[in-house]
């Protein structure tokens, strides 16, 4: 079908504000059921990744054995291995199709999972191993699920763009965000917590892997119903036969020599920074969470309060910011979540100003809590239109692969994160520091507010790069200098505009 609605009349206004507030989501109307089994398909992924990174340190720490620094280190290399296959999934997608790299990312995912979930009872009871042994079985699990990961972004981001009208598009994106947000909502307090109060200890770690694991399977079945054939836009259509023709190396090769990706490369690159306090979350957050207040801190609840930011402020504001430039967007964002981590690196004590704030945990919650709030405004600001924004430079034969390779920074900020962080964690936030604390026995220079102070100034680096260079390798309309999908984007109605 040909987009003739990215051209029509938008609708005349209501004089209820109300109404014209939430008319905006009504453009997805033209987008079709392959768009909501996308959705359906992210949020069931969705729901199995952030179960999982909720819970990956401590599941790795405690039901596993792994060490105290080995943990973070190792869900830092999971996020590394995922950078580094996402590289080539990118193009293999836009070669085989999104059917065929759906059942081998799912293959590997769902089969990556159980060989992690089994590896460590496998080795010590079946194969007789010891713990330190049978850890490399839970390894090589991490990586088979790390490869089958990695076929997920780039595939549902090529959906999204192919099954949304050029009208629809951005607002698509937003949706495509909102949904996968639900899940981490859901992922916190209606999942993880629950099974933990029902297992309590390690036991309740493991049946959450579980849950997550289930939760691709039915990922996995919602991909059988798509039509990949479908476009939204008939000339973003290309041949099975042309994208056929080019090995994943070769199309690798074409994408690196283009003008566009190589200023969006550079743009990528200067995020690094704040990309860093986006892993934070979940490499770095649940051992100081726990270490700082108590083992009976509420993990899943407090991980929920970042994406329900997300999901009522993405309602809230999706016809305000459609009104906004892509590129002062996505500043702010990073601003606003790299500035969030000043709550965090104040000394605990400045919070006793606060009426009903009298002890060193009741500093650390409100700091934790303040801190999520803010981080996730920022992040309702930048990562959907991060996603658009590089939806919107690739030419339209070659769209997985810039989602991919677009995830060159993430590739080095995750296993920086993984070894600083684990490194970070075992100096000024380890085990059993909260009694120290509590005595006032410790330096600013020893405490976990020093840790974020050095993560702080990391972060603030990227949106003072990027404001400084923004003119150089950020543009407003960035599919004209693409020529992504030719003169017909120029009619796209709901492109942000400039404020």
Same mark, same amino acid.
């Given at each position: ?97 999104? *059917? ?102 390690? @036991? ?30 008939? @000339? ?26 190589? *200023? ?131 030419? *339209? ?29 075992? *100096? ?69 505009? @400039?404020?």
């Amino acid at each position: 079908m040909s987009d003739n609605s990215s051209t029509q009349s938008p609708p005349a206004k209501s004089s209820n504000p109300i109404f014209n507030y939430f008319s905006e989501f009504g453009v997805l109307k033209e987008c079709g059921k392959n768009f909501w089994l996308t959705n359906f398909i992210q949020f069931f992924d969705g729901l199995s990744y952030f179960t999982l990174i909720i819970v990956f340190t401590l599941f790795l720490k405690e039901y596993c054995g792994f060490r105290d620094a080995d943990a973070p280190y190792w869900v830092g290399m999971y996020t590394l291995f995922v950078s580094l296959f996402v590289f080539a999934v990118g193009s293999i997608c836009d070669i085989i199709g999104l *059917k065929r790299t759906y059942l081998v990312g799912f293959s590997l995912l769902i089969t990556g999972r159980l060989v992690m979930a089994l590896g460590s009872d496998f080795g010590k009871f079946i194969m007789e191993l010891s713990q330190d042994q049978s850890r490399y079985i839970v390894m090589a699990g991490i990586g088979i699920m790390a490869f089958g990961t990695a076929f997920m972004s780039p595939c549902i981001t090529t959906s999204i763009r192919r099954f949304t009208t050029l009208r629809a598009r951005p607002t698509g994106f937003n949706f495509y965000y909102l949904f996968m947000n639900i899940g981490a909502l859901l992922a916190g307090f209606a999942i993880v917590d629950p099974i933990r109060e029902q297992c309590s200890g390690p @036991e309740g770690l493991y049946w959450v892997i579980n849950f997550g694991t289930c939760c691709n399977v039915i990922a996995f079945i919602f991909t059988r119903f798509i039509n990949e054939d479908f476009y939204a836009v008939e @000339e973003e259509k290309i041949s099975r036969g042309q994208a056929e023709q080019r090995r994943p190396l070769q199309l690798i090769a074409e994408v690196i020599r283009e003008r566009p990706f190589q *200023k969006l490369l550079v743009f990528l690159f200067l995020t690094l920074g704040v990309r860093l306090v986006f892993t934070l979350q979940f490499m770095i957050m649940p051992q100081y969470y726990t270490r700082t207040i108590g083992d009976d801190f509420q993990l899943g609840f407090m991980n929920s309060l970042n994406p329900f930011v997300i999901i009522s402020g993405l309602i809230l504001i999706i016809p305000i910011i459609n009104k906004f430039s892509t590129v002062k967007l996505m500043i702010s964002g990073m601003s606003i979540s790299a500035l969030s981590l000043v709550l965090m690196a104040v000394p605990p004590e400045w919070y006793f100003i606060i009426p009903g704030i009298e002890t060193i945990s009741q500093a650390y919650f409100v700091a934790i809590f303040t801190q999520i709030i803010v981080f996730a405004f920022g992040e309702l600001l930048f990562s959907p239109r991060f996603s658009e924004y590089v939806a919107r430079v690739a030419p *339209k034969d070659k769209v997985a692969s810039y989602m991919s390779l677009a995830g060159l920074p993430m590739f080095i900020a995750k296993p920086i994160n993984g070894v600083v962080g684990g490194l970070l964690v075992s *100096k000024l936030c380890y085990d059993g520091i909260a009694a120290k604390m509590d005595t006032g026995h410790i330096s600013f220079f020893d405490s976990p507010e020093f840790m974020w102070t050095i993560y702080l100034i990391m972060a603030i680096i990227s949106p003072l790069a990027i404001i400084l260079t923004k003119d150089m390798f950020v543009s407003d309309h960035p599919e004209e200098d693409s020529g992504a999908v030719g003169s017909d984007d120029n009619t796209d109605s709901a492109a942000p505009q @400039e404020a």
